[in-house]
């Protein structure tokens, strides 16, 4: 067998049956066995044992990783499983009595079965040694009959398997998150879990401080066929962060761990963008290194808008009217350089850099019209261009030391920095088009961080796991803004009426936790834990210190599931918090749009929210049905308060307070018919019922606010392989209007379907897929009201797309992968622009913090 089939095979791994995505697959890294009794452990109980071993008939050696799934001869289900040492043995203890089969492969060996195996009670069977022989076939004659659950759940988290997402090839991980369940992702890219913005985001467990800034310009940053998958965690554990109230999304990257030199190429076209990827890596012995570049340009992007406002300052009306006509483009970058060594054989240290970038530019010609009472009416023309520019790098030293199946300790680093700009430049015009002023706002800040932590968790018995941990962050945020003014020889100098200063906000962590995990002999299993966490703030501006002060959170959790003749139960509980993020907190005045203002809120305190959720899911022939309900309470709720402006006339102010209470309740269904081996079908819903209670100004004077309403989305998608390498997927989905304090916000629709074909023996591919093909644009109508103001904005989003996309796979590998894999820094606590939580989270097989 050439080494290139090997390489492939892997590829195809990810396609076998559900019933053997219960234990690991050979030739990858090492997973553990479930804990004993818990949710994921789905072996017999008694007191039987069986044992043997796994050899290369060619070389007589053990084979190592060789997966072991033992089968009901009853039933036909796969109740046990486990993997081979560094010298082919393998156990598995605790059987029934009764008749099994066994399944015994290997990526590169063909598989087999051992057939009529009959174990009494109390016998200890050994098998001897058995001999795998090399599977010498070769790529065209591989027939791949299953594939792997684009959607799968496990026990404290949903699992979305995005490498099977054809139609989100050429794009970023903004297209890729609008297809998971429970997840909603608007047109500008914000993301929302379960209708809450507030999420912890972590990109393979790592945090970012690009992500503290705006989860949507983070995400244009990662290719979308670089992903792997996307895990959504619920109910975090302690051992999580406490911050995200909503809950912690994990993306999680394609990574490469065999031996020997690759490289691969991805390309791709359309008509709003393209890209340009290179990723490849190396490995020898011990020691393995990747690197990577992803480039992509925006362009053709078009926005319309329009907006008519009434606003009432001192008796004194005011109506707006406005149109807007507007365009964006981009180029949007990322680099990584990754190490890996295994000091010895239970020891290993990872470490990498990463480099994000982000020049994103936009333009927009604004027509308005205000009509005050007893004045004369006010015509005039903006021309507006923005720069949102960014460079972060990321670098981290991680160190793990296995002591024992589920016994470890770590210890991890990490220091990030972000750089970012955020200026405009602004052109007034009178009736005629004759230019009047011109404007300026400068606004640079950076943001940095190092963190260092250490985990420990140790296995008590067999049924009972301990864990605890701590964490150290320190972390800075500047912020200089000024707002300029032309004067009459076209100098710009400082505008007196307007806000200029700078930003220091230092915020410090000091966290602790521990968490126990107890599995019963009627298998039920209980998961408890405390989290601490105490934060420092120490924040001034121009005008003085901040008063926000420190303040501590002590965060429990528990959660409970039990398996019910196929059906799964799962109970749940946290409490979670939620600080303020940079843009957020950062006080610069910006008025791009005179009519439209922004502000942020140093003062800005944490929310704190407690989460409640009861899950029930089943298979049923070829179909998986989860639903989900639900219970979100928020105290101290950050949220977007609007006031009209009292000194630019017409003009509306938006900024961020901690207006009161924010609750959700309501219910996530989800169900996945495999119609064939190679056809499935998906739909998923989110509906839930919203209510928020906060105190803002009417006419000067303190006024409690409320607001609620149903709130329902929802998708369809469908994929399907056929022979010959084609593939084909569609998807589409629809968000309801969603309630805001003061009004709502509307909603859209979004579908895309695609094809690709896979050729050259599976070394490269072509792929074609088109957006909102049937469609000219999509409107986002909005409407907000107060005692003092009512806006009815329209937003038209010009998203019709296609894409040609093209990869190629350079190199040969080979089987000898690492036995391990590395522990990382998590930081989940920090709120982004817009609601959003910075960093991505962790999921199935994903190292949590």
Do not use: C
Not at 33 to 39: H, M, N, Q, V
Not at 342 to 365: C, E, H, M, P
Not at 482 to 500: H, S, Y
Not at 603 to 627: D, M, Q, W
């Amino acid at each position: 067998m050439t080494k290139l089939l090997l390489a492939t095979l892997i590829t195809l791994a990810s396609f076998l049956t559900p019933a053997f995505a219960q234990f690991p697959v050979g030739g990858g890294t090492t997973q553990p066995k479930a804990l004993p009794g818990t949710a994921g452990d789905q072996s017999p109980k008694g007191t039987a044992r069986l044992s043997g071993s796994i050899v290369d008939s060619a070389s007589a050696k053990g084979i190592e990783f060789a997966s072991i799934a033992l089968y009901s001869k009853t039933s036909g289900q796969a109740v046990d499983g486990t993997v081979a040492d560094e010298k082919g043995k393998f156990t598995l203890t605790k059987l029934a009595a009764g008749e099994y089969k066994v399944l015994i492969s290997f990526i590169g060996f063909v598989n087999k079965t051992i057939d009529n195996i009959v174990i009494n009670k109390g016998q200890e069977l050994d098998l001897g040694v058995v001999n795998l022989s090399s599977n010498i076939k070769t790529l065209n004659e591989v027939t791949v009959t299953g594939q792997a659950a684009l959607i799968e759940e496990k026990v404290d988290r949903l699992v979305y398997n995005a490498e099977k997402d054809i139609t989100a090839k050429g794009g970023d991980a903004t297209d890729v998150l609008r297809k998971v369940p429970l997840l909603t992702v608007d047109l500008d890219g914000n993301v929302s879990l379960r209708g809450s913005q507030n999420i912890r985001v972590l990109v393979n467990n790592k945090p970012s401080t690009i992500i503290a800034n705006s989860v949507a310009d983070a995400l244009k940053q990662i290719p979308a066929d670089q992903i792997k998958t996307v895990e959504v965690i619920t109910s975090p554990s302690a051992k999580y962060d406490a911050e995200g109230s909503g809950g912690i999304i994990n993306i999680i990257t394609k990574k490469n761990s065999l031996q020997g030199l690759n490289l691969n190429v991805d390309s791709g076209i359309g008509n709003r963008g393209s890209i340009l990827s290179l990723n490849g890596g190396y490995r020898k012995g011990k020691a393995g290194f990747t690197i990577g570049g992803f480039g992509r340009g925006m362009y053709n992007t078009i926005t319309k808008t329009t907006l008519e406002q009434t606003s009432i300052v001192d008796g004194v009306s005011s109506v707006t009217r406005q149109t807007g006509d507007g365009s964006s483009r981009g180029l949007f970058g990322n680099y990584n350089l990754g190490f890996d060594y295994d000091l010895a054989k239970n020891q290993s240290i990872t470490a990498g850099v990463r480099y994000g970038v982000r020049n994103f530019r936009s333009q927009q010609d604004l027509i308005t019209r205000i009509m005050k009472s007893g004045t004369m009416d006010e015509n005039s023309s903006r021309n507006v261009d923005s720069k949102n520019l960014s460079g972060t790098i990321d670098a981290n030293i991680d160190y793990l030391h296995t002591f024992k199946p589920q016994q470890e300790w770590s210890i991890s680093t990490l220091y990030s920095r972000n750089d970012l700009t955020n200026d405009f430049d602004a052109d007034i015009l009178n009736g005629s088009n004759e230019l009047l002023n011109r404007q300026r706002n400068l606004n640079k800040s950076i943001n940095q961080e190092f963190t260092l932590q250490s985990d420990y968790q140790t296995p008590i018995k067999k049924n009972q796991l301990l864990e605890f941990g701590g964490k150290a962050i320190i972390r800075e945020v500047t912020s200089a803004y000024n707002f300029l003014i032309a004067d009459p020889t076209g100098d710009f100098r400082p505008e007196t009426d307007q806000p200029a200063g700078d930003l220091t906000y230092h915020q410090n962590i000091a966290a602790g936790y521990t968490s126990y995990t107890y599995t019963t002999k009627k298998r039920y299993t209980f998961k408890g834990g405390l989290r601490y966490e105490h934060t420092f703030i120490d924040a001034s501006t121009n005008e003085g210190t901040v008063g926000v002060g420190n303040y501590g959170v002590l965060v429990p959790s528990i959660n409970a599931s039990k398996t019910i003749k196929g059906t799964t139960l799962k109970l749940g509980y946290n409490r979670r918090i939620q600080r303020p993020g940079l843009q957020q907190l950062n006080p610069n005045f910006n008025s791009a749009n005179p009519q439209n203002i922004t502000i942020g809120n140093p003062e800005l305190r944490p929310e704190l929210t407690n989460n409640f959720e009861l899950g029930v899911s089943k298979n049923i022939k070829k179909t998986f049905i989860n639903a989900t309900f639900f219970g979100r309470v928020t105290n101290n709720a950050i949220s977007q308060v609007r006031q009209p402006s009292d000194t630019l006339a017409g003009a509306i102010v938006t900024t961020y307070e901690n207006v009161g209470k924010q609750n959700a309740y309501g219910v996530n269904l989800f169900a996945n018919v495999a119609a064939t081996t190679k056809i499935s079908v998906g739909i998923f819903s989110n509906i839930f019922y919203t209510e928020l209670s906060g105190q803002t100004l009417e006419n000067g004077v303190s006024k409690t606010i409320d607001n609620s309403g149903m709130v329902v989305s929802g998708g369809l998608f469908s994929q399907a392989t056929f022979r010959n390498g084609w593939g084909a997927q569609a998807f589409g989905f629809m968000q309801g209007n969603q309630v805001q304090l003061q009004g709502h916000q509307g909603g859209f629709g979004f579908y895309t379907v695609g094809v690709k074909k896979e050729f050259a023996n599976k070394k490269a591919s072509l792929g074609l897929a088109a957006e909102n093909f049937l469609s000219k644009r999509f409107k986002m109508h909005t409407e907000l009201q107060s005692l003092n103001f009512n806006q009815v904005n329209d937003i038209y989003m010009y998203n019709r797309g296609f894409r040609l996309t093209f990869t190629y796979k350079i190199g040969k590998m080979t089987m000898d992968a690492p036995k391990r894999k590395a522990k990382s820094v998590n930081n989940d606590d920090v709120k982004s622009e817009g609601g959003q939580q910075s960093g991505p989270a962790p999921a199935g097989g994903a190292t949590p913090r």
